[in-house]
Structures are given as C-alpha cells and as structure tokens.
C-alpha cells in the first residue's frame, strides 16, 4: 500500500467531519467553514477542501451562524507607489484599530469593486465595496461628492499674487463648467483642495496653471467618510449603516 493511499483512508474533507459534527448537510458545512466559524487544532480553516485526521481537533465557533453575508465595503490607504491598480487586501494589512465591529471573513475578499479613482499618481483613501448601493451612489452621484485631497508642491515663493483666487475659481474643462474647488495652504509646501466633480487630472492642471510644481498627492476624503489615521498600506472597513 502506498503512502499516498494511506494519507487518502486516514483523513478526510473538513467539510465531511463539519456535516458530522453539527448533523447538517455538505453544502450548510462548507457555508460555516467558509463563514470562518471553524478551528482545527485551533486555527482557523476557511477551505472545505482541507483535510483533516481523526486526530485533528475540530470546532465550530459556538455564534456560528449561515446567515447570508452583509456586503461590506472596504476603506483602504494606498501607496502612490504601488504597483497594482488596486491595493492589496489580505487579512495581514488589516488595521489592528479598525473599530467597525465587522468579523473578518474570507468572502469579504471576494467580488471587490473600485469606484471614484483616485487622480492619476495620487495615493490614499481607496474605496472597494461589495454593496450595490455604495457603488451606484458613488457612480451616479460622482458630481456631487466632494473629494479632498494633501497636495505637495514646490514654488509657493514665485506663484502670482492672484494664485489663490485663480484656484479657488470655478474651471472650465471639455466645454463645462465645474463647481468652484475650496484650496488652502495646510503649511508652506502643502495645499489642501476640497472639490465636486473633480475630474481626471484636474489637480496637476490647477497647480500648473498657478506656476506650482505637484510633487506628490493623497487623498484624504471622500463625502463624509476621512481617511482618518490609518497608516499607508493598510485597510479598514466602513462601519455598516455610515453613508459617503
């Protein structure tokens, strides 16, 4: 007998033991070990597939439930640097402090949709939602969200006189007109600019049309929700029932 037959008549699907344990069908147990409600030997195992001895010490997680999910959306500080479209969402990045009360589950991984790009090298606050009406909102209200960004710039010493007006007034780009953005300076080298409607490139355009050289940009809010603390390369979810 070979070692492989061995291991395949020692062991067996989590999911089997799963159905055993609770007297529940294959399809409910394979629902509460992808819920994250189940330990082996302690740890938590989200994949069906996983084989387990009698040995193994299984358990089910005494508030498990097979509720249908609550899509969640997901509030993410990323790099201007990265590399990848969206950032990375895995359970080592997810800020210690998140205070939503939401457990993490594997499927909340799962079905990500981006909405509101950030403007282009831009890093900070990035959204990734699973909940249909967050992501309609945010499309179909684009106009009427307001966005904030921190932007670095060089040339504050020879910028004209009439710059700060100049920012604060309303542009026109492809042949409309856009809501007048609110620009501050937050410290000599960093302006902070709240607008509707911010379009695709706008902020490089506003700096470059006062003479200011745009070093680096992030994002801070979108609508109601902030950024808050968290730190860059991490994630949190939006408590459930908060509105942008």
């Known amino acids: ?63 498990a439930t097979l509720a249908a999910m609550t899509p969640i959306t997901i509030l993410a500080n990323m790099n201007a640097d990265d590399e990848l479209p969206v950032p990375a969402i895995t359970r080592s990045n997810h800020a210690a402090d998140d205070v939503s009360d939401i457990r993490l589950e594997k499927q909340h991984f799962e079905h990500l ?21 967050i992501l309609r ?34 542009l026109r780009i492809d042949g409309r007109t856009l809501p007048e953005a609110k620009v501050s300076w937050q410290n000599e080298t960093k302006l902070r600019i709240a607008a509707k409607d911010l379009q695709e490139g706008q902020i490089a355009y506003m700096c470059e049309m006062v003479g200011l050289q745009l070093t680096a940009m992030k994002r801070i809010r979108v609508g109601s929700i902030s950024m808050g603390k968290l730190a860059t390369g991490q994630w949190r979810y939006l408590p459930l029932g908060q509105k942008f």
């Not at 819920?35 to 193994?56: C, F, Y």
Request: net charge negative; hydrophobic share 35%.
């Open 1 to 63: 007998m070979t070692e492989s037959t061995e291991l395949s008549e020692s062991t067996e699907r989590l999911s089997k033991r799963v159905a055993q344990i609770c007297a529940c069908s294959r399809l409910e147990a394979e629902r509460y070990i992808i819920g994250g409600w189940v330990t082996v030997d302690g740890v938590v195992i989200e994949s069906p597939q996983h084989r387990v001895a009698s040995s193994n010490i299984v358990s089910i997680d005494s508030k």
């Open 113 to 133: 949709n981006t909405t509101l790009p950030l403007q282009l090298g831009a890093g900070g606050l990035y959204i990734l939602s699973q909940d249909a009406r």
């Open 137 to 170: 909102k945010l499309t179909e209200d684009t106009a009427r969200i307001e966005q904030e960004y921190i932007v670095d710039v060089l040339g504050r010493e020879t910028m004209p006189a009439h710059g700060m007006k100049q920012l604060n007034f309303a």
